[in-house]
């Protein structure tokens, strides 16, 4: 899903890395995910992946928000224990 230098080390080199993975109920969404380090998703159909976006997108711009909002509540219909990132909020910090 991602390359594992994306991932980064540890925090703690002599623990890896507790990375978890989850997808939606129809399969068109996939979450790669560690309690305390990150939280990746990835949009099969149109091959988008947060938090890595499109060339003309910003993590501050409304739609950007709702449509990635959108896709996270739909995998977390079946997987609460993803952590929501709190950029995604609907009014940007």
Excluded: C, N
């Amino acid at each position: 899903m991602v390359p594992a230098t994306y991932l980064g080390p540890a925090p703690d080199r002599e623990k890896p890395l507790d990375v978890r993975t989850a997808s939606s109920p129809d399969g068109s969404i996939v979450a790669l995910w560690s309690e305390r380090e990150f939280t990746i998703l990835y949009h099969r159909l149109s091959g988008e992946s947060w938090p890595r976006l499109l060339d003309h997108e910003t993590s501050r711009q409304p739609g950007v928000r709702a449509k990635w909002r959108a896709r996270f509540a739909l995998i977390r219909q079946r997987h609460d224990e993803i952590p929501f990132p709190p950029e995604l909020a609907a009014t940007p910090k």
